[in-house]
């Protein structure tokens, strides 16, 4: 077995956090608490060529490989989960899921564009009626002249109210006792269309503060036949697969909140004196750090295990199901010791634990809750029932 990272990787890993050491770290706090990125960060990704991901340069990607990604990804999530979520949908949900299903022109159309940041990208997939239960979802596609007329709801999503494009999924009537899940079709809208609206999704306060989020209403809106991604009746499949590519993301990102936890309460416990003592020197401060270094080490071989497998072209949904699984669990309970260890100085913002802490629980919820991981790893030991 070869653990060692390539140059490749290396590299991307270096491009990466310089970024986000130098030009987001720095803003992070303020970001959370103006609610709003700066446009600016989304330029600067494109002109690095973070956005372009694993997508090939012939499409104006950046050709990296899967784990290349997860280093990124761990990079960013260090620095700002809402940065890091930004671009995982971007990325991992909208444009790997293209690459997968989308025919050549779809391909040419929209991925050159995507990686260079001239259009943003979201997932419209959660509604209010269907979240885990994707399969239940309510938003219909009525075939008309020409293409198909969609009219639903989607709630919590990302980038949406800065996107040009969204991968919409919608029911088209259903067949022959098809199963509701067979009607499920996945179609790539530009936002501009009539009857796409969006609008801040209301009474986010808890995390993510720096992302956008929306809620979106379609009504009676128009999607020619060609803007189909995947085939009619494909879209749970192609749903799934988006989040494959999505999970991985999230546990790096997760990883990345993790190691972010990790290094500020070393640095805490190594100067905070108590009792005429550094806290570091405590057994109970010793034995928490010593949980936190090994959680994250082991979900570090986790993630970087699924992106090795997805490289070698295998399957990796139950690889990348643990790794987001353990990664996103093993970041909260670090958050929270995190904060813990800084005592009355965690509670406040003038340190960056409380952030990691508030961001943290949006990755044990998102692209899956860890109800829904432990259901994909059981099934997968188990057996479907
Ligand atoms: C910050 C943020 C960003 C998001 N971005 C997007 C996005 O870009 N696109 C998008 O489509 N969605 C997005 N979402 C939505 C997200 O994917 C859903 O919130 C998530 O899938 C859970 O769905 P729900 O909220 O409807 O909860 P529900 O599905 O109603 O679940 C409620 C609770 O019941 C549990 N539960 C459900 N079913 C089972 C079961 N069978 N067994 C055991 N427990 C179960 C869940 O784990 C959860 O604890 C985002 C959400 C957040 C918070």
Redesign the pocket.
Known sequence: MDFSHSEHELRWQTIARDFAQREVSPIAREMDELGAMPPSIVSRMAELGLLGSTISSDLGGSDMTSVALAMVYEELGRACSSVR?FMT?HSS?VMQCINQWGNDKQKSTYLPMLASGQSIG?????????????ANIQTTATPVDGGYELRGE???????NIASLAIV?AKLPIVDNQKPHGAITAFLIDTSTKGFQRKK?PG?E???RA?D?AHITLEKCFVPSENILGGERQGFKVAMSALDHGRLGVAAGALGVHQACLDATVSFVRSRKQFGSRIGDFEMIQASVAEMKASLEASRYLVYLAAWKKDTGETSTLEASIAKFHATEAALKAASEAVLIHGGRGYSNEYPVERYYRDI??LQ????????Q??VIARNVIGKP
Request: charged share 20%; net charge neutral.
């Open positions: 979520g949908v949900l979201c997932y419209c997939l959660t509604e209010p009626e269907a979240g885990s239960d994707a989607k709630i919590w999503i990302t980038n949406a999924f999704m986010k808890l995390g993510h992302s989020h629980k949006g919820i998102y692209e899956g809750t860890s109800h829904i432990r259901i």
